[in-house]
């Protein structure tokens, strides 16, 4: 007898009633009496099975964790909503996020997996990271309250414009020092005095900011005589590894030039080395040596690394000040000590306001335990600015009773107090922005007298260089970090327009850039400079999206070559109808001037500093990136060129 074929599963209906189910779908009981047929699949896994299941779901429960704490990790609110937006739009795959956040960990020291190989800093986590200009993302969240501005404010405003002759640092054969033809004791190089000489020089002549943290007439003395008061090994090669890095520029600092000349890499291993051979700095110049190595890693595109050897710079000098405050009487030493922690000061607050540090309380705190001006051992510094922002006599830190003008005390001075007035005043407006609005005006006129004196005391051959072009562009920019927590504000009894002088700063700060280049190309400049540059596109960008018109830059004809021919200027990116160039088919033939958007007029300097500058060259992809992301608003829907 035949055996019976069995249905292995049985539809819902079929096992209720108990009935034959021939296991079709839909089985004839069930389509004879017209019902629904539906079947229970029960899949029988195997132990092995459920094991396998089970870890799969702790490492997708593993895999949210770790996203939840990268969007966490994301300091600033602007690219944290618009990452959290990608996620949920699908244009950021949490595999993107994961990523880049897997890289940010390994670069911290992190043990964990790094999956994939791009390049870091290129995801959209890169705001949170900590990889050189991430914070100034920041500037793109700036817009003003349109509601607050009058819409016909502002268009009156003059560009700065600065003309003259290239200017460049000339062929000075070393020859020129034949006074100093003996050998160099302070280094191993084998050279002579004159090659540091010619070094110091060609700093002195393209940033002079690294003078105002040391004495360069007592450094030289005993440099000459073998003293160790104001020299020692380690801020010799700290001024090497700057100077020669300044002048060749490049991302290979290592090895030698073809002319034999060391390429910065070594002195900075030198200085390096020395340094921590030493338990606590309690000598002079190697502290000083702190803040020539912090601009040297500032210059390499290295912003953590220069964040904190100047903190670590001006911890040093306060410890010094604090275990010799008298020093044994002697002046000249007090009033270095003293111009040295300034500078100390200075850079700190430099570099917090360029970085954009400051505006994130997450990620910046406060050093309390550093000196007020007044409290400084001997009287502080002469040539300080008052409280009107006058430069007065200040005991203290002169050798004699005239200081020449922009001699390093009173630059050093000038910038100390500048700096102090909007870093202390962004402070208050961070605990209380109404108490800090009421400070304003007053600040704001203390800097506009700084301004006015500072530049009347100059002797008349430095109107045209570097230095003082930066001096220009530095009070520029503390202006628009000034205004910038009062952008959508109204000011009570004042008729200041907050979001006004901040268009007008960053349009002083887009022209003395195009001024900089045309007087001596953007070959050498501040490491500071691609801040500057970086934050006025970005906050131009801000203020277009939240509806307050900029005003185009107009360019001659060749001085936008990069962007007009599609090239890449070595950094990539730019296309000929990209939205940051306006162009008339009917005149593009042969315009007269090419009208371009600030954000584009920044990209191009920053292009331009990028093929030997390498922090410039990050900047620049950032901004790049972030004019990508923004639409483009009605007034780039035409162009205007033609005669100015």
Not at 51 to 66: G, I, Q
Not at 91 to 99: G, K, S
Not at 426 to 437: L, N
Request: aromatic content about 8%.
């Amino acid at each position: 007898m035949p055996l019976r074929a069995q249905t292995r599963i049985a539809c819902q209906r079929c096992r209720k009633k108990r009935a034959k189910c021939d296991g079709q779908s839909p089985c004839a009981r069930c389509d004879e009496a017209g019902e629904s047929c539906e079947y229970d699949h029960i899949r029988r896994e195997s132990k092995g099975e459920l094991r396998a299941e089970t870890v799969r779901l702790r490492r997708d429960t593993a895999e949210s964790d770790t996203l939840l704490r990268a969007v966490a990790s994301i300091v600033d609110p602007y690219m944290c909503r618009r990452v959290l937006q990608g996620l949920m739009d699908g244009t950021i795959t949490r595999q993107a996020v994961l990523q880049e956040f897997y890289q940010e960990s390994d670069s911290g020291g992190s043990t964990g997996p790094s999956p994939g190989s791009a390049q870091s800093g290129s995801g959209p986590l890169h705001s949170a990271s900590t990889s050189s200009f991430g914070q100034l993302r920041s500037w793109k969240s700036c817009r003003p309250n349109i509601h607050n501005i009058d819409p016909s404010a502002g268009k009156d405003v003059e560009k700065l414009k600065l003309r003259g002759t290239i200017l460049s640092l000339p062929p000075l054969p070393l020859d020129a020092y034949s006074s100093h033809a003996q050998t160099d004791t302070w280094t191993r190089t084998g050279w002579t005095k004159a090659h540091l000489r010619h070094l110091i020089d060609a700093l002195r002549t393209w940033d002079y900011l690294p003078f105002c943290l040391f004495s360069e007439e007592l450094f030289m003395r005993d440099y000459d005589s073998g003293a160790t008061q104001y020299c020692s090994s380690a801020l010799v090669h700290a001024i090497l590894a700057l100077a020669t890095r300044l002048i060749n520029e490049s991302s290979d600092d290592t090895g030698l030039l073809p002319s034999g000349w060391k390429r910065s890499r070594v002195f900075l291993d030198e200085a390096n080395g020395m340094l921590q051979t030493v338990r606590r700095l309690e000598g002079l110049p190697d502290i000083q040596a702190l803040g020539m190595l912090s601009l040297y890693h500032l210059r390499c595109g290295r912003e953590n690394e220069a964040h904190e050897v100047a903190k670590a710079f001006a911890t040093s000098i306060r410890d010094l000040l604090v275990n010799s405050p008298t020093a044994g009487g002697d002046q000249d030493y007090m009033r270095v000590r003293n111009i040295t922690y300034c500078g100390a000061v200075t850079l700190t607050r430099m570099l917090a306001l360029a970085s954009g540090r400051i505006f994130n309380i997450a990620e910046y705190t406060i050093q309390e335990d550093l000196f007020s001006i007044d409290q400084l051992p001997g009287g502080g510094l002469r040539g300080i600015p008052n409280k009107q922002g006058r430069p007065g006599p200040t005991p203290g830190l002169a050798t004699d009773g005239n200081a020449r003008p922009w001699d390093v005390q009173l630059i050093g001075a000038s910038l100390f107090q500048l700096t102090e007035w909007v870093y202390q005043l962004i402070m208050a407006a961070q605990t209380d922005v109404q108490a800090a609005s009421d400070e304003l005006p007053a600040v704001y006129k203390r800097c506009l007298n700084w301004y006015t004196d500072i530049f009347s005391l100059q002797p008349p051959d430095a109107g045209r260089t570097p230095f003082v072009m930066f001096v220009h562009m530095y009070y520029h920019f503390c202006l628009l970090c000034a205004f910038r927590p009062f952008v959508s504000f109204v000011l009570n009894n004042s008729s200041l327009k907050p979001h006004e002088i901040c268009i007008q700063a960053t349009q002083s700060i887009l022209a003395l850039g195009q001024s900089y280049d045309e007087l001596f190309t953007l070959r050498r400049v501040s490491g500071l400079i691609p801040y500057f540059i970086c934050a006025t596109g970005l906050f131009s960008l801000a203020m277009e999206e939240g509806g307050s018109e900029v005003d185009p830059v107009h360019l001659r004809p060749g001085d936008d070559a990069s962007f007009m021919s599609g090239g890449e200027m070595d950094v990539g990116g730019a296309v000929p109808d990209s939205p940051i160039i306006y162009r008339s088919p009917e005149t593009a033939s042969s315009p007269s001037h090419v009208m371009m958007s600030a954000a584009g007029h920044a990209r191009l300097l920053l292009a331009k500093m990028a093929t030997t500058h390498p922090a410039a060259k990050q900047a620049d992809k950032l901004l790049r990136q972030e004019i990508a992301l923004t639409p483009p608003s009605a007034s780039e829907e035409t162009s205007t060129l033609g005669s100015m």
